[in-house]
């Protein structure tokens, strides 16, 4: 039995990364989680919370740095909970995120077929992890390198900053710490953009000057809440949307000539957000100068982004995600593509610059107007969208037209695809499936759904677009396989419901 008490202190080597990028180490069998260490740290740390196989512990000190550590640039990384990886390198991230969609695809998926580099195909098949999957996995599955960045700094398009007051009664803004709503003061995060420090500057001088007091969210009063900023990296373009408890900005005039004044500058508005809930921003937006939204370039195609779209927030990295999305789709221009989860059609117009015909579909509808905003400033034509659940709308559709696609391209939130949205697909039988994922766990989960109905994964790829923290994006083609064994189909279903045949459509 191990004898660590909660406060104690202790010395522990990290062996390994967390999910969530927490190191790992181990005293007599005992599993500790430690944030801000790294593979190869020799560490002191303070127990904090016991489990009984497992615990979390605090880092107090490093006695001896792992060749991989590097001194965190922002100072105040390890109290946000922003950044989880600024003690890694940035190549030992890009392994550490390879190897976490790597592992998952192989546990979780059952993919035991993956072949990454030439060398690294040579040990997995001399460890005997080829073919240990069904006959219908023997294929190998080309693991492709991940795709970092050139530069892993200023990357985000796209800054929330809540605001508050500290013990003095001050006006601060920055991010909350970890799983926390305690404001972290940090005006110039270094995975933003340089203009959020100015901007801050100018809209707490407007709430000193106009007495305007931040939310106090224990005592639900107090008027700004956030400062949503957003920036086109290709236009310049700058966007500035408070949101605030009430329905009056006090000033609000002199608040537009003075962040006028900043290069860029191109819309304003507030949004009114009087909930007492966790959500940012309200669904009301009063503009107060220029348009309602800001313009940016993916590649050759214009995006419209209003305070409220969805828009991946480094453009750089989506730009090449989003390139191999295209390359694996192999576009011929006599093909019907489903794009499903499609935000303001972000990939959806990739598409069709080189499909037949392009079906969008997303259930936000604000995001469905700018997805058909966008089509039109572009000259797309061939592309059409729907308000809805993939879930619903795909079946529906299919149910009245009876007609396949030729690539279905699913782009879902963290839970993955839903089970009746994955049946149609199988259903419709398109000859590519292209799965972009932002979840590693639940897109094993969803290709193991797919490839036990008749879908082989040919490639996968990873592609870094947040440096400095755990989450990391990746793109995968499947292809269609001759048979499907149905004792598998349904067996499978169980990843989903844990009940036979549940999930099944009627």
């Known amino acids: 039995m191990m004898d660590v008490k909660k406060n104690d202190r202790f010395t522990v080597v990290i062996e390994d990364i967390s999910q969530d990028g927490s190191g790992i180490g181990k005293l007599d069998g005992y599993i500790w989680f430690i944030k801000d260490t790294v593979t190869g740290d020799v560490v002191e740390a303070r127990a904090m919370k016991?489990?009984?196989?497992?615990?979390?512990?605090?880092?107090?000190?490093?006695?001896?740095?792992?060749?991989?550590?590097?001194?965190?640039?922002?100072?105040?990384?390890?109290?946000?909970?922003?950044c989880q990886l600024q003690a890694m390198s940035y190549q030992e991230q890009l392994r550490f995120k390879e190897n976490k969609v790597y592992n998952n695809l192989l546990r979780i998926g059952?993919?035991?077929?993956?072949?990454?580099?030439?060398?690294?195909?040579e040990a997995d098949r001399e460890e005997g992890n080829v073919g240990r999957g069904s006959a219908e996995d023997a294929k190998a599955i080309d693991f492709l390198p991940i795709m970092g960045m050139d530069n892993p700094w200023r990357y985000r398009n796209k800054a929330q900053f809540p605001f508050g007051e500290d013990r003095e009664g001050h006006v601060v803004t920055g991010f909350y710490a970890g799983r926390t709503h305690v404001i972290i003061p940090q005006e110039d995060c270094l995975l933003g953009v340089e203009e959020n420090r100015e901007i801050l500057a100018v809209i707490k001088e407007h709430m000193r000057q106009f007495q305007i007091p931040p939310y106090n969210e224990q005592k639900q009063e107090g008027l700004v809440r956030h400062a949503l900023i957003r920036k086109g990296f290709r236009t310049g373009e700058l966007m500035v949307c408070l949101v605030i408890n009430g329905r009056r900005l006090p000033g609000k005039e002199q608040l537009v000539e003075r962040l006028c004044r900043l290069k860029g500058m191109a819309s304003i508005s507030y949004s009114i957000n009087t909930e007492r809930n966790n959500v940012i921003m309200g669904k009301e937006i009063v503009n107060l100068y220029g348009p309602e939204y800001i313009t940016d370039y993916i590649g050759d195609i214009q995006y419209r982004i209003s305070p409220l779209s969805f828009y991946q927030v480094n453009p750089v990295q989506t730009e090449k995600l989003y390139g191999t999305a295209l390359e694996y789709a192999g576009l011929t221009g006599d093909e019907t593509v489903w794009d499903l989860y499609c935000g303001i059609g972000t990939i959806s117009l990739f598409l069709a610059e080189k499909a037949r015909k392009v079906y969008g579909v997303e259930i936000i509808p604000e995001a469905i107007r700018d997805a058909r905003e966008n089509a039109r400033i572009n000259g797309i034509e061939n592309v059409e969208f729907f308000v809805g659940k993939a879930e619903e709308v795909l079946p529906r559709w299919y149910e009245k037209n009876r007609s396949r696609a030729d690539v279905i391209v699913v782009d879902p939130p963290r839970k993955g695809c839903d089970p009746v949205c994955l049946d149609t697909i199988v259903q419709m039988q398109p000859e590519k499936v292209v799965y972009v994922s932002c979840d590693s766990a639940t897109l094993a989960r969803d290709l193991r759904y797919l490839c036990d109905r008749g879908f082989e994964v040919e490639k996968v790829r990873c592609c870094d677009m947040f440096g400095w923290?755990?989450?990391?994006?990746?793109?995968?083609?499947?292809?269609?396989?001759?048979?499907?064994?149905?004792?598998?189909?349904?067996?499978?279903?169980?990843?989903?419901?844990?009940?036979?045949?549940?999930?099944?459509?009627?």
């Not at 009984?52 to 000190?61: D, I, M, Q, T, V």
């Not at 292809?479 to 169980?494: A, D, F, P």
Request: hydrophobic share 30%; charged share 20%; glycine share 10%.
């Open 50 to 82: 016991m489990k009984k196989s497992y615990g979390f512990a605090r880092l107090e000190k490093v006695v001896k740095p792992s060749p991989n550590r590097i001194e965190p640039v922002c100072p105040v990384a390890r109290q946000c909970g922003g």
């Open 469 to 506: 923290t755990g989450h990391v994006e990746t793109v995968v083609l499947l292809t269609q396989k001759n048979s499907m064994s149905s004792s598998i189909y349904e067996r499978s279903r169980t990843l989903f419901t844990g009940q036979e045949g549940a999930g099944k459509q009627q």
């Open 110 to 121: 059952g993919f035991y077929n993956l072949r990454r580099a030439a060398q690294a195909g």
